[in-house]
């Protein structure tokens, strides 16, 4: 452990100490990021963590590094301590104590990377399953340890890790799925608030389900009583199922994906909801094939149009196109509810997309609800990354 003094930096002959270059740094502000081209000298390939200090030699906490990854160092502590099976330990300890005193039920996301302390390392519990996913190096190399962990805390019947995500390669890391701990039964499937999903935890979307939206089901529903709902980018559709459970009088699911369009099927029959009509196309071209249809309620919730800051500027002419076509369709009174999952479209770009698209297609809104990703996916002050997620309830004209 490398011993340092908050006045006068690191002792000498510390060794794995890295050291911010001159200049303004979102680290020494909080920041748990740290990129290749901010640091005095890159750490040798083999390292994995280090103390960070800033030119002063002030000691800004201690993080794993990765010489590969264009973000070189992650914080995982404010102290000076080893990342080992303790501290892992008690990060999960937190997250999960965290989770069950906000109600959280067996459908969650249990820890979420730097939110809860560990950067790269996420845990999804669908009831007796957990899926991990290993985002880090470190954490990648701590994957058996961290999988011993999680079944002593919480005795799952099936460890799975979904370490096909791109941001891998990001750290050069492979692209691999594994059933680390237990077995799948052939036909899985997942209760959510007493709906039943198809479950693939193993190559469905994301870790089997999208767990950000799950709070917001439900919202949209209650508009949905009485109503003609359009479930765009509905992958399983899970908002055209509580649509159609709270009433909707038909409910049109539509999805570029065939196997999301099949599961759609599937989850609708499974759940008698025999209301919902499952269509894959472009959601662009359906509302241009469409162009005529009228709908009294719309959900918006595509895909990240902006994964990356550069791709900023055709997202914000994406995500408008998107919501000018959903204005034309709506009914007097109709209900929109569009979100955006790219955290580089913030609230006050989203906004002002939303007004503009609403301005263009000559109609005037009232903001029912602002929304947000939910609490088992906690927002870091200082860390504008960690929020993702956002949209707006509205009803127009």
Request: net charge neutral.
């Amino acid at each position: 452990m490398t011993a340092y003094s908050r006045e006068s930096g690191p002792v000498p002959g510390s060794g794995d100490a890295l050291r911010l270059r001159p200049g303004p740094h979102r680290a020494a502000h909080g920041h748990p990021w740290v990129f290749a081209g901010e640091l005095e000298t890159l750490p040798p390939p083999e390292q994995k963590t280090a103390a960070l200090y800033d030119q002063r030699g002030r000691f800004l906490g201690r993080g794993m590094v990765n010489s590969q990854s264009q973000i070189v160092w992650r914080r995982y502590s404010g102290d000076d301590v080893p990342f080992d099976d303790g501290l892992v330990r008690d990060r999960l300890e937190r997250a999960f104590r965290i989770r069950r005193a906000a109600g959280f039920g067996h459908v969650c996301r249990l820890f979420w990377s730097e939110s809860d302390g560990i950067p790269g390392l996420v845990v999804d519990r669908y009831g007796e399953i957990l899926v991990v996913q290993a985002l880090t190096r470190l954490v990648d190399a701590c994957l058996e340890g961290i999988s011993g962990i999680l079944v002593e805390l919480l005795a799952p019947r099936c460890i799975l890790a979904r370490n096909d995500a791109q941001v891998r390669e990001y750290e050069g890391l492979p692209r691999t799925t594994a059933v680390l701990y237990g077995a799948l039964r052939p036909d899985e499937s997942i209760l959510l608030d007493g709906m039943r999903f198809a479950f693939d935890p193993l190559h469905g979307q994301k870790t089997g389900l999208y767990l950000d939206q799950k709070e917001q089901y439900g919202r949209v529903a209650a508009f949905s009583g009485g109503r003609r709902v359009l479930d765009a980018f509905c992958n399983q559709g899970a908002f055209g199922l509580f649509a159609a459970r709270a009433g909707a009088r038909e409910v049109t699911a539509v999805d570029s994906s065939q196997q999301a369009i099949d599961l759609v099927s599937a989850n609708a029959a499974a759940n008698g909801l025999l209301q919902i009509t499952p269509v894959a196309c472009n959601v662009f071209d359906f509302f241009r094939e469409q162009r005529s249809e009228r709908w009294d309620c719309i959900i918006l919730d595509p895909p990240p149009f902006a994964p990356s800051k550069r791709q900023l500027a055709g997202a914000v002419r994406g995500y408008k196109e998107l919501n000018l076509r959903a204005a034309h369709a709506l009914t007097p009174g109709g209900i929109l509810a569009s979100y955006s999952c790219s955290h580089h479209v913030d609230h006050d770009t989203f906004s002002a997309i939303l007004r503009e698209a609403l301005a263009d297609a000559g109609r005037t809104a009232r903001l029912v609800e602002y929304c947000h990703q939910p609490a088992d996916h906690p927002v870091i002050l200082g860390m504008p990354e960690s929020e993702y997620l956002r949209g707006m309830i509205l009803q127009l004209d």
